[in-house]
């Protein structure tokens, strides 16, 4: 099994930053993508950035010059570092992650995962 912690959310004015980590543990496991999801209120779910195991990187129109996301596969960590935040901006920030991993019986299982997610709130 595969687990996904994010953290780094909280609070800030429009114009400022923030940067999101999401860390997998667990064992025998391999990350194939990971991606970043937001959800604001009323809102449906939104693909904000993505990022595969060997570094190409996708992004949200509405995040593009603003949002970077990278990993660190030795730490099997990714992050989202988000600048200029808008008031927009402000919704629950959640990691998924594409893995595949062993089973105790040696056998190798695809699955999605999800983190528990981290709130962003910008506002002045």
């Known amino acids: 099994q595969v687990q996904l912690v994010e953290s780094g959310g909280g609070s800030v004015q429009p114009g400022g930053s923030l940067r999101l980590s999401c860390a997998a543990s667990?064992?025998?496991?391999?990350?194939?993508?990971n991606d970043w999801y937001r959800q604001a209120p009323g809102k449906e779910r939104e693909l904000v950035a993505r990022?595969?195991?060997?570094?190409?990187?996708n992004y949200a129109d509405s995040v593009k010059g603003r949002f970077t996301v990278s990993r660190d596969n030795a730490k099997n960590t990714v992050y989202l570092q988000m600048n200029s935040l808008k008031p927009e901006d402000t919704a629950v920030y959640l990691c998924?992650?594409?893995?595949?991993?062993?089973?105790?019986?040696?056998?190798?299982?695809?699955?999605?995962?999800w983190g528990q997610g981290t709130q962003v709130t910008v506002s002045s």
């Open positions: 998924n992650a594409d893995v595949h991993y062993y089973t105790s019986r040696d056998e190798i299982v695809a699955a999605r995962v």
């Open positions: 667990g064992t025998r496991f391999r990350i194939n993508a």
């Open positions: 990022i595969t195991n060997d570094g190409n990187t």
